[in-house]
């Protein structure tokens, strides 16, 4: 039975924006790469053999010119195994040191004016290398001699997350950690869905069955990648996609007043708790926070609760966005009865750090509103996703990537959200609000026994 399409379902509808075409968004990190997990002296070795492996089919003959391929396969035949390497700290150490010269060996080799240049464009031959650079450092010692020695994180420093390579065989898997006790090497994935506010619900509610929510949107990004990153690109996503959605509900990782007031700007009402006033007064909810403060735009002054006027005014860049940093007298501040629960600076005045008026505002009004009951009440239209994200998970194995590398990763996540597109409507479609509900054995036997 072929049952009509509800206004809200279609892209004209949520692109207008009508009042309950929010949308939903939220993030699932774990997303376990296709490939295996590595430590860092497996990372080295495994990066080595991986390049030997491509190198044996791509060069032979230049591979047996530059290395002692008996010695080479001895020691690279098998996968590099933490399981199988020795147990003694020692010879390990050893053996990430002999892993480090061998990967050195290898890219000199292929970065001699003598290779040919498209063996140092083999993907991992280039991976390689980053690895070394990575993993390791070089230093020519008193007899000119090459050491090669792992890196030391608090003397020679790492790379951030975000650019250090987990495996030769995924260029994009990173590793990431969530709270104190998730790890994970892979991806991270954000699922968008439509969303219908309860009432529009019952108004459908002759369907029997409720219209299902549609994935509108899957971004994913490699495990590194904050949430808040996310947001922009989605709703640009959904804009260009003419699913712009009126209200775009989400939790609290993704939001920022400059986001909040930017998606204003294109008419999106971000719908989420804005992370609260973090000054140290307000964390420990007692003194004076930012609230307590009466700013004055236009004359650039700021009035403290006990009705002292701030002595300065300096808009100032911190961490690439615009602020301004104001301050109160000294004169002021010190014999303020009120300081300890005002300031706890050496210097005894108070310092204030403001958002441009348009986001410092913004962010207030969504502060004060969070704490409505209506907003929680209206809020509460985000957890659907959640739902969503379990059936993602139970119905497409969305949890581990199938494929190597983010390019392809992101297709096996929009074939999985246009399955649960199509799982859901299929559902949805083909269920008979108007079928009886089925007649149990026990109420036949009832029926029977009464005729
Ligand atoms: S410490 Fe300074 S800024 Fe704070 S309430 Fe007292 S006078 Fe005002």
Redesign the pocket.
Known sequence: MHRKVPAWFGPEAVGKGTAHSGNLANGLPVLISAVRDLNRTELAGESVRAALEALAVAAPSWLAAVIDIAEFADRYGPRVDGWTMPSSKTKRERLAQVFGQDALALCRAAWSDTAPVWIREIEAVALLRQVLVQTYTVRVDARGRDVVSKRDADNDGVPPGSTRLASPYDPDARWSAKGDDLFWCGYKIHLTETCHAPAEAEAEAYLRVPAPNLITDVHTTDATVPDVKATEPIQKNLTEREVKPAEHYLDSDYPSADLITAAAGQGITMVTPLLADHSPQAKAAEG?GKSAFQIGWKARQVR???G?TSIGWYPVTQHGRDAIVID?ARA??RP?P??TK??NSVRG??MLTLRPRELHERTAAARAEQNTESWRTKYALRAGVEGTVNQALDLTGIRRARYRGLPKVRVQHAFSATALNVVRLDAWWTTDPLRKPRTSRLERLSYRLAG
């Open positions: 004076f403290c609760p006990e002292s109160f002021d501040c303020c009120s300081r005002c300031t005045t108070r």
